[in-house]
């Protein structure tokens, strides 16, 4: 049950037995039955162990005594424990100190009180007034997850344990640990659970961890065997690290009365949180470099890479440049007396390496006919093979104009012939 710090009249239920539950006194709770232990993630100070014994006018007055000794006392043993020596302030000045009251047992009468209670002050005050340093060197976050195995079967967050309720109300401020707990709602019971402290992949396991902001897991373990209804409860508590379930530690606690379940779960508590600092002190407790590390992403088209100096260096010409480059189409004019003049040229032009094709695209017999040649080569080429084989050349753009020597010659002097129009036309005299 929780009690505002700020709310010290509250009704006097009946009387509790000196040994019966420890109440959990912490400010902000609700006493709804049943609902959920919210977190307690305050850095306070807490003060354990403060016996008070007081006498007043009605139960009321006698508990609000009680614990305005407590705050005294427990103010007192703090400082000592910090400074070395016990130093004292108002109540005034107390309780703007004190965050909350843990109630660990008590006994309440019509005009006494009698408790153990455990008092919380507030860290960040209590450290200036006291001068020390209020500094807590963590460890990375960690996702604490409370395994109970009750009955036969493990639980997690699948319905609500005592288990889970003690790691919630836990204050963990002056741990060296950096807990991550959850709450246990929404879908905190599909993605923590008794089959995922089984799975050692990390794939999955990151993605556990992404949803809770944590580092690394920690798996808190208990089974809780009752000798019999009522009776005296063992519970074997277990801690471990990481999703390959290295062992931190292990111990038993037992208690002799059925009522004082969630007494030991708070002793198993602390005693693991002892031990996961003392792992954390030792180096035992870092990070799994898997659990760090992301896999690679799958590259898309765009991200591929490519080999851009090969891409410089031989850069892909279009079509259109490879044949203008290699084959060149030459108009070729010569002279077609007779149909035998026709394929003759025709044979000859065919017979020069390179040529491809030779086909007399205007005949004009008696005059000049031209040939449509195509060539694997530039037109120069063609018109130094052609000399070689004897035939007088002129040159102009896109044509030549070939005759064969003593046929009307053309000479050195003769200017290059226009390109073709397609139509025949009769050979100029001595030209």
């Keep these: 049950m929780t009690l505002a710090r700020k709310s010290l009249t509250i009704g006097i239920a009946s009387a509790l037995a000196l040994a019966g539950l420890g109440a959990v006194l912490a400010e902000g709770e609700k006493a709804a039955g049943g609902s959920a232990v919210p977190i307690d993630a305050s850095g306070s100070f807490e003060v354990s162990g403060v016996d008070v014994d007081v ?10 005594g009680g614990w305005r000794l407590a705050q005294r006392k427990g103010w007192e043993m703090l400082s000592r424990k910090l400074t070395g020596k016990p130093t004292s302030m108002s109540d005034s000045a107390l309780d703007s100190l004190v965050t909350g009251i843990v109630v660990e047992k008590e006994q309440i009468g019509p005009t006494r009180y009698i408790a153990r209670l455990s008092v919380l002050f507030d860290r960040n005050k209590a450290g200036s007034i006291l001068g020390v340093s209020v500094a807590v060197n963590q460890s990375p976050p960690m996702l604490i997850v409370p395994l109970e195995y009750s009955g036969g079967s ?10 889970a309720k003690a790691w ?3 204050k963990s401020g002056g741990s060296t640990v950096d807990y991550v707990r959850v709450q246990g709602n929404g879908p905190d019971s599909m993605l923590l659970n008794a089959g995922q402290v089984l799975r050692r992949g990390r794939n999955w396991w990151r993605s556990v961890l992404d949803q809770y902001g944590a580092a690394d897991v920690l798996i808190a373990e208990v089974q809780i065997r009752r000798e019999y209804p009522g009776g005296p409860i063992i519970g074997i508590f277990s801690a471990t690290h990481g999703p390959d379930r290295q062992k931190i530690a292990d111990f038993a606690l037992r208690v002799d009365n059925g009522d004082s379940l969630d007494t030991l779960m708070d002793a198993g508590v602390q005693r693991l949180d002892k031990a996961y600092q003392q792992a954390l002190a030792l180096g035992l407790l870092g990070t799994d470099r898997l659990l760090a590390t992301r896999p690679p992403a799958p590259k898309t ?12 260096a031989t850069p892909t010409p279009d ?17 077609t007396p007779n149909v035998g003049a026709v394929n003759a040229g025709e044979a000859a032009l065919r017979g020069i ?24 080569g530039q037109i120069a080429s063609l018109r130094a093979q052609l000399e070689a084989r004897g035939w007088s050349v002129q040159e102009g753009v896109g044509v030549l104009r070939i005759r064969r020597p003593g046929n009307g010659g053309g000479g050195a002097g003769q200017q290059p012939i226009p390109a073709p129009t397609g139509t025949g036309t009769p050979a100029p005299n001595g030209g």
């Design 353 to 376: 390496p390179g040529v491809r094709s030779a086909v007399t695209s205007s005949l004009a017999l008696g005059g000049i006919s031209v040939m449509r040649v195509s060539f694997d």
């Design 154 to 163: 493990g639980l997690v967050f699948e319905r609500e344990t005592a288990w």
């Design 55 to 64: 006498k007043g006018k009605d139960a009321d007055a006698a508990r609000y």
């Design 319 to 335: 079509a259109g440049a490879i044949n203008a480059a290699s084959t060149s189409g030459v108009n070729i004019q010569f002279d």
């Design 168 to 170: 919630n109300r836990f």
């Design 301 to 312: 088209e765009e991200e591929k890479p490519t080999d851009e100096a090969t891409e410089v």
